[in-house]
C-alpha cells in the first residue's frame, strides 16, 4: 500500500489535485492539518467527492469527522497515542467497532513492537533523510524480522520505494516526495510502478 500525507497547509490547487490522485489509484490519503479548525476540516472535506471519502484516514477531529462523514478512519500521531495511556485500547476498539479503521505513528522501532494494542497499520519514520523537512535524517530502519504491518515514511519517493520495500516495510508514505514533485500526480504513479515492481 501506498499513503500520502496532505500538505500542513492547504494549496489553491490542492483538492483539484487530490481528486487526481485518488483517480490514479490513491487508497489512503492521511488528512493532517494540525493548525487548521474543526470548520477548517469540514470546508475541506465538503470539497472532496463523497465517493472518495472511504479513503481518508483523519488526523485530527476523530469523533466529530467520522460522525459527519464516511472516512477510512482515524490516525493517531505519536503524541496522541501516548496521552492516551490507559484508555488506548477502548479508543481504538470503539472506532473498530465502528469498522473504522485505526493507524498510529512511531520514531522507534522499540517502541512501535512493544505497542500491545493492535492497529491496522503503523507509521515508522524517517526511514530516510526526509524531503519536507531538511532538517530530518533517516535511520535506516530495518523491519524485517517484524509481524506487524509497518509504513515507512521519511524521504519516500519512487527512488526510494524499492529500498524501503527491501527493509520489510508492507506499505510506502510519502508528503514531499509527492507534493513536492512538478507533477504531483506523475510523481505518485511512479512510485505506483516502483512498488509493485519491488514486490514482484
Known sequence: MILLISPEHTTPDEIEMLHQLFEAGLTHYHF???????????????????????????HNYHGELCEQFDLRGVHLEEAMWRAQETRLKGYVSAFAKSNKKVSSSYHELEDLEAQAVTFDYTILSPVFAAISKSDMQGRGFDVRASEKFIVGMGGINAVTTPEAVALGFKGVGALGGIWNAQNPVAAFVEMQEAFKEANT
Open 32 to 58: 493532517r492539518k494540525p493548525e487548521a479548525s474543526l470548520d477548517d476540516h469540514i470546508t475541506y472535506l465538503n470539497q472532496v467527492e463523497a465517493q472518495y471519502h472511504n479513503r481518508i484516514m483523519t
